[in-house]
């Protein structure tokens, strides 16, 4: 699956600075190899909508509509077939060091040029993605696809006052876990299938009290069918606001914790559904006191949830020191999720997900009991001393050699290899596109 790095670099020199930064890192007594056998074990699910913008093949002119959410941009080269984007993902993975996985919304399914409503998709319509990944030696999460459809149009799925409505997403939802346990007894490998509704109301409503009540009780039908944990992992999205739902949104952080604790769930945090000075990586050891895990969509959010492609910022460093000093690796299931339309999407990709695996190594590198023993002695300033002076430690030297070790591009040499793809693959798309 991987390829060999094409840019000319000397190696030696990737190879002498991972030595350097070992001797340093044990002078804290830190093991490097321990830490990067550690991040082997992680698995990052990207987004398969980053791809095509958020569009789906349910029909061959299907585009992103309503739901709170807007790609935006034209960059060329979007994905426009099945066989596309499992091409571009199939890139993508080969310039990343370690594991992946691929998160399908349900109207991503392969429905053969056929109208399939979203009440009567089944586990045939994803036979062809769990062989493609089966195939790649990848895993796969799943997610209903409750916007971009006439029964959405209102603003109300699970929690719409009118009953149809709401028994034709229980039904798709109910289908989505059929599917997803489907997947993971197929693969071996548990799939989270994560519900993430828009439901909401631009102005202030005078009754909320009825829409939670609506959405607890479709939640209630919805989980009825019990499917093995091992198969099926049941997560649930809150979200502050969306365009279209400014004043009031029905499935809230606050709604799905207390039903994900009550019901035995997880909850999904997306980066970009708090307020931009609510810190998510705050919220993991407070919500794993009480849940088995936990699910992470990580993006960027700029002033309000416009999933901007994921960066080493603060927010992401802090998500992955949590998630390693409450020595939770393997309870945090982590997903990128953001769509970027105005550049190069393989490219997106990348830089999102190195950017989460950087900060991993990054926490993964952190002398933690020597940390753990300055606070609880009361040092203080010994110990703001120490995590100042591990931002300047080489980490990167780390991860570059990751990098090197397991037979990608090293640093930035994955532009040189987006940009040959770009020129042979993605651009010749527009091409096509222009000719019919």
Known sequence: MKVKNTKTRNYKLVEEAYANSKSQYAELGVDTDEALKRLEKVEISLHCWQADDVRGFETPDTALNGGGIQATGNYPGRARSIDELRQDIEKVISLLPGRQRLNLHASYGDFGGRRVDRDEIGPEHFQSWINWAKEIGIGLDFNPTLFSHPYADAGFTLSSKDDGTRRFWIEHVKRTRMIASEIGKQIGSPC???????????????????????????????????????????????????????????????????????????????????????????????????????????????????????????????????????????????????????????????????????????????????????????????????????KAKPFGAVFDYYCLSKGVPVANDYVEEVEKYEATSLSRREVIAIQN
């Not at 009540?213 to 499917?227: A, N």
């Not at 990128?336 to 830089?351: E, H, M, T, W």
């Open 192 to 390: 989270v299938n994560n519900i993430w509704i828009p439901d909401g109301s631009k102005d202030t409503p005078v009754d909320r009290n009825t829409h939670r009540k609506l959405l607890r009780e479709s939640l209630d039908d919805i989980f009825s069918v019990e499917y093995p944990k091992e198969f099926l992992i049941d997560s649930l999205e809150g979200k502050l606001f969306g365009l279209g739902f400014e004043s009031m949104t029905v499935g809230s952080h606050e709604f799905y914790l207390g039903y994900a604790v009550r019901n035995n769930k997880i909850v999904c945090l997306d980066t970009g559904h708090y307020h931009p000075t609510e810190q998510v990586g705050d919220k993991i050891s407070a919500i794993l006191q009480f849940l088995d895990g936990l699910m992470l969509h990580i993006s960027r959010g700029v002033h309000w949830d416009s999933d901007h492609v994921t960066t080493f910022n603060d927010e992401v460093q802090l998500i992955a020191q949590e998630i390693v000093r409450v020595n939770a690796l393997e309870r945090v299931h982590i997903g990128l999720d953001y769509f970027d339309a105005s550049l190069n999407r393989i490219g997106a990709y990348v830089v999102g997900a190195r950017a989460v695996q950087l900060a991993l190594v990054n926490a993964l590198l952190e002398p933690w009991k020597k940390l753990r023993d300055m606070e609880e002695q009361g040092k203080y300033f010994e110990r703001l001393a120490l995590l100042e002076s591990l």
